[in-house]
């Protein structure tokens, strides 16, 4: 993998806070205190479709899609979990992964669907960035 060149695209800059690096994908917090979200980003250059990876990195992909779904879920006590790649506003492939509840302001529909994003007060975006963090950690 060619991190050198990896840029993370504007938007998602712009709207998520770091998290980790997986093997293959940089893990980002959606700002958005409304919702449990992460974004997994390959650390691929110009990269926008899922059928471009490897079928290693595809392979790759799916096993920290699982164990990103897992932690949260567990973490976040989620009654479903959402994993979505849709990229028609950010062209970068990168998958949401969102936990949700009946009780949600989106729920049953599509979490970006319904109302603007609420962004973390800064101290709570750190204490969220801090417990997502330790959620991901290996045991």
């Known amino acids: 993998m060619s991190e050198e060149e990896f840029t993370l695209h504007a938007r998602l800059a712009a ?6 690096d997986l093997a293959l994908c940089r893990v980002m917090l ?4 409304r919702f449990p ?9 110009d990269l926008r479709e899922l059928h471009r990876l490897s079928e290693a990195d595809q392979a790759a992909l799916m096993v920290e899609i699982a164990f990103v779904s ?7 006590g989620a009654e479903k979990m959402n994993v979505a790649a849709l990229g028609n506003m950010v062209p970068q492939l990168h998958i949401h992964v969102i936990a ?9 529909g599509p ?12 101290e709570a975006l750190d ?13």
């Open 111 to 122: 979490v970006w669907c319904v109302g603007d994003a609420i962004p973390f007060e800064p």
């Open 127 to 139: 204490a969220q960035t801090a417990r997502v963090r330790d959620a991901l950690s290996p045991d």
């Open 70 to 76: 897992a932690r949260m879920e567990a973490f976040t």
């Open 15 to 20: 709207d998520t806070r770091f998290i980790a």
């Open 30 to 33: 959606m700002n958005d205190s």
């Open 37 to 45: 979200w992460v974004v997994l980003v390959p650390r691929i250059p």
């Open 100 to 108: 949700r509840f009946q009780a949600d302001d989106a729920w049953p």
